[in-house]
């Protein structure tokens, strides 16, 4: 059974930082892209982050460029997004995502191939 987990998501203050992860099961880690979505209230799902499959190449939405970093342990099947300089647009459920496809998290308009259940990262002004 595969399991995307995710943690770290809390309130924070405007220009704080965080540090999300993501611990994956129950597929070969080193063969999927990784990546970072998010939902705002009222809003679709927004591509923030991926990663390659050997962490070599990253891959960043605009919105978040130079402020975020993603990274991932493959001995511990772990992605990683880290999160400074918050602001309050930054407010939204993160969901973790897998996928073969780099494309497919990027643009893609459908689900990934395996997604968590979220965390909820809230920044307050």
């Known amino acids: 059974q595969v399991q995307l987990v995710e943690s770290g998501g809390r309130l924070v203050q405007a220009g704080g930082s965080l540090r999300l992860s993501c611990a994956a099961s129950?597929?070969?880690?080193?063969?999927?892209?990784m990546g970072w979505f998010r939902q705002a209230p009222g809003k679709g799902r927004e591509f923030a982050a991926a990663?390659?499959?050997?962490?070599?190449?990253?891959y960043y939405a605009d919105s978040v460029k130079g402020r975020f970093t993603i990274s991932r342990v493959t001995a511990k099947n772990t992605v990683y997004l880290q999160m400074n300089s918050l602001k309050p647009e930054d407010t939204a459920v993160y969901y973790c995502?897998?996928?073969?496809?780099?494309?497919?998290?990027?643009?893609?308009?459908?689900?990934?191939?395996?997604w968590g259940q979220g965390t909820q990262v809230t920044v307050s002004s």
């Open positions: 129950g597929i070969t880690f080193s063969s999927y892209y």
């Open positions: 990663i390659s499959w050997s962490g070599g190449s990253t």
């Open positions: 995502a897998a996928d073969t496809s780099l494309y497919q998290l990027q643009f893609g308009t459908t689900n990934p191939d395996y």
